[in-house]
C-alpha cells in the first residue's frame, strides 16, 4: 500500500483498544483502513499490530482525511460527550459534501439527533451507531446497531456485515431505523447488560453467603450454568473470573478487588428515558442502584455494624436451594430481557423508530455482551409477531416462565428471610406479579391524589373524569383519625369538574 492521498476505503479517528481492533478486523476483511489519533502512542501501536495489513496510522488529521477514498467514511470511536462535538468541529471543515460520519461510541441518543441534523446542514451524511463486544468482540466480530441516515448506511453495509460477529451465517449487525434508533437500541442493550450482571453478582452473594460455597464451588456453578439453558457469554466471563489468580498469588484476583461498582452512565441513561417513557424496567433500575449504593463502603460498614449480623446461610438443601436458584435466575433474567424489548417498543411508539425487536434480537445472538442461549426464545417470538404486545404474551415463552417462577419465589422467600440483599431477583419477581395482577390496588392512589390534590379519577364502566370532595364525605362517615381529621381545609374544586354522582367532567382536564 502506497501512501498517496485517497488510498484508504475507511478511516477511524480514536485508536484507543476498540478503534485499532475494529480496524485491524476491517483489514483482516481485505478493506484498506486509515486511523488517527493525536496521541502518538496509540498510533503506534496500530502500526505494531498491523504489521503486513492494509493499514496506516496518522496523527495528522489533514493527512489523515486526504488519505481516505471519496466519497469518505470515517468512524469516530471516542468516548461520548463534548470530545464527539471537538471532534466533529475538527473533522467538519476538512471533510467534502457526500462524506459519512459515523459516531460508533455510546453517545446519548438525543445528541446524535442534534447532530444529525447538524450535520445535515452542511451536506455530510451521518449516523450513530452502538457497537458492543468489547475489545475481542470488536477485534473478531463486534454485534452493531447502526440507525440514522440509511442511504449512508446502504454504503457500509458491506463492510459491517463482513466484520460482524455471525450466527448461522448471518451478520450480526442490521439497521435499525431512523434518528438515533442504532444508539437508542445499544443502550437499552446496556440497560439489559446492568440487569444481568446485579442478577449475577446477587447469585454471586446467594452461592457465598447464602449456601457458604468456596471459590471453586462457585465457579463449578457457574460452569454448569454456561453449559444448559442459561448459556451466555456474562456467565461465560464469569466463570473465567472464578478461575483467574491474583498474579504470583494462590487466590483469586476477585477477592482482592473493591466491593464498589462503577459506570459509565448507559444504564442511568436506560432507567431515565423508561421513566420519560413510563415504561417500567425496574430490575434494570435496581442495577443501577445497586451500583450506586455499592460506592457507599464506608456507610455500608457503619451500617454493618450497627444492624448486624449480617445475613446468614439459607434453610433447606443444599442441592434445592441449587435448583431453586437457577430456576431464580432463569426466571429474572427473562424477566429483564422483556423490560428491555417492552422499553424499545415504548421508544419506537413515541421516536418514530419503527423497530424490529426480532432483528434487534437477531443481531444480539452473537457479538454482544448480552448474548445468550435464550436471546433464540426472544428472536422466536417477535419474528412471529412484531406487533407482540410483551415478551411474556408469547406462547413458548410462558411456559418457560410458568417452569421457573416456583423455584424463583422460594429462593427469593428463602433469602429474604436470611437477610440476604437479593433486590434485583426481587424486582424481577414483583414486576411479573404485578403485570400479571389484572386488577392492581392502584385505584387507591387515585382516590389519594383526587383527595389531596383533586387530580381526578375515572370510573369503571363510565366515561370521562371526575372528582369528588372527600372532606365532605368523610363528615358523614366514622373516621379514625377522630374529629380534628375533618378540620382538615376542603380541598379546592377543580374549576370545571363534577362530583362522582354527578355528570362526568369534560374530559380537557
Ligand atoms: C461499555 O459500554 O463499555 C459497557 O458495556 C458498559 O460500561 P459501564 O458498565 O462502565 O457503564
Known sequence: MSD??????FG??????????????????????????????QVDLLGQEGQGKPVKGFMDSKEFVQSIKMPRAIMMLVPAGAIVDSVIAEMTPLLSPGDILIDGGNSHFTDTERRAKELAAKNLHFFGM????????ARFGPSMMPGGDAEAYKVMQPVFEAIAAKVDGAPCVAYMGPGAAGHFVKMVHNGIEYGLMELIAETYGVLKTGLGLDNAAIGQVFTQWNEGRLQSFLLDITKDIFAFNAPGTDHLLLDDIKDEARAKGTGKWTSQVAMDLQAPIPTIDTAVSMRDLSKYKELRVQLAAQYGPEA?????NKEEVLRQLEQAFYFSMIMSYAQGMHLLAKASEEYKYDLH?????????????????????????????????????????????????????????????????????????????????????????QAQRDYFGAHTYELIGKEGVFHTQWTGLRDKVESPAGPQANQAPATPPVPGTKQSNEEPLNKHL
Not at 498517496?4 to 476505503?9: G, I
Request: glycine share 14%; net charge neutral.
Open 12 to 41: 477511524m479517528i480514536g485508536l484507543g483498544t476498540m478503534g485499532r481492533n475494529l480496524l485491524l478486523n476491517m483489514a483482516d476483511h481485505g478493506f484498506a483502513v486509515a486511523g488517527y489519533d493525536k496521541n502518538q502512542k
Open 312 to 316: 446468614g446461610q439459607l434453610p433447606g
Open 4 to 9: 498517496t492521498p485517497m488510498d484508504y476505503a
Open 130 to 137: 452502538g457497537v458492543s463486544g468489547g475489545e475481542e468482540g
Open 357 to 445: 425487536l426480532a432483528t434487534i434480537a437477531k443481531i444480539w445472538r452473537g457479538g454482544c455482551i448480552i448474548r445468550s442461549a435464550f436471546l433464540n426464545d426472544i428472536f422466536n417470538a417477535f419474528e412471529g409477531n412484531n406487533q407482540l404486545a410483551h415478551l411474556l404474551l408469547d406462547g413458548k415463552v410462558q411456559p418457560l416462565v410458568q417452569g421457573s417462577v416456583g423455584g424463583a419465589r422460594s429462593l427469593i422467600a428463602a433469602a429474604v428471610t436470611s437477610g440476604l440483599a437479593v433486590p434485583a431477583y426481587t424486582s424481577a419477581l414483583g414486576y411479573f406479579d404485578a403485570f400479571r395482577t389484572a386488577r392492581l390496588p392502584s385505584n387507591l392512589i
